[in-house]
């Protein structure tokens, strides 16, 4: 049987309770010294990404050798898409080798939905266009109920460039579904269209922002785009929506500080403030491999 996932409004709230508990199995697993499980022995994985990665494709294929599944990874500049292959004629070529998961990233939003359509493999959506990237999400939320015992009534801020960003996207759907309230702080040329139809609330400053917050979410400023002037200069937006240690002073107490990586470091968030405790991006990694795990064994399951 195939099992997609592309989207975070595709789950429910007991699928991703389900995923979310069994990745502390699977983080407890590959805490010991002896990281090899043999749950998804005699299946094969492979990660076609058409957009750099590190985190999300390495983590997919250290999560699925983790669980003893046979692992290939594929980019487009070693690949036959240099030759013209098209999207679909790829993807066939994939299933047609017996894949039972392809994790694909694409720069073009609906890309993983398409090719679901024309594989038996499970498909599983790393990140697509300014769509969803809804494995970031399910990280995201593993590590604030690690942190915290539960999502349900955590207040979230989002900063920064939220417009372009898949991750908000997938976190805004994810975190509400599950019972946190979420906001978004974000320039308004970097506010989606119909930001106000989503289960967020939008912050007009700072303190709105930070003020009783849990969790702040740091968002990559995407500085290939400010040739289209949304923002006068990364001095400027620092200087207003910058993630400072003053800012944080102003959340609840125990706070956690979020980035998905990677960040640019001194204009969307601090240095010191990225350094410290309280930031959690490199637990947010680990819980990356955990809950990719969990998500190969739901979408491998009954193949
Ligand atoms: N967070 C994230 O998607 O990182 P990569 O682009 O390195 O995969």
């Known amino acids: 049987m195939k099992r997609d996932f592309l989207t975070m409004e595709q789950v429910d709230v007991a699928d991703i309770t389900q995923l979310l508990k069994r990745a502390e199995f699977m983080e407890s697993s590959i805490s010991g010294q002896d990281k090899s499980l043999d749950i998804l022995k005699g299946k094969s994985i492979v990660t076609l990404f058409y957009e750099n990665s590190t985190r999300t494709r390495c983590s997919f294929e250290l999560a699925g050798k983790y669980l003893g599944a046979q692992c290939v990874g594929i980019t487009t500049s070693g690949s036959s898409v240099k030759k013209g292959e098209s999207l679909i004629d790829t993807a066939i070529t994939l299933d047609s080798m017996k894949a039972d998961a392809i994790v694909i990233r694409h720069s073009v939003a609906g890309a993983p939905a398409l090719i679901a359509k024309h594989v038996k493999a499970s498909v599983i959506n790393g990140g697509d ?156 990694v680990t819980s990356g491999v955990a809950t990719r795990m969990a998500l190969l064994e739901w979408a491998t399951a009954g193949r």
């Open 129 to 284: 266009g300014m769509h969803a990237h809804p494995t970031q999400a399910l990280l995201d939320m593993y590590t604030m109920q690690k942190t915290f015992g539960t999502l349900k009534g955590l207040e979230v801020a989002i900063i920064g460039d939220v417009k372009h960003s898949r991750v908000a996207q997938s976190n805004i759907v994810g975190l509400s579904k599950m019972g946190a309230k979420v906001k978004i702080f974000a320039p308004a040329t970097l506010r989606p269209h119909g930001i106000e139809n989503q289960p967020c609330a939008v912050c007009r400053n700072a303190e709105e922002a930070f003020r009783g917050s849990d969790v702040i979410m740091g968002l990559r400023i995407q500085l290939e785009r400010q040739q289209k002037g949304l923002f006068p200069s990364a001095e400027e937006y620092n200087r207003f929506y910058g993630i400072t240690a003053e800012r944080m002073a102003m959340c609840n107490k125990g706070a956690i500080v979020m980035h998905p990586g990677p960040a640019n470091r001194g204009i969307e968030i601090d240095c010191d403030v990225l350094d410290s405790p309280m930031c959690l991006k490199d637990y947010q």
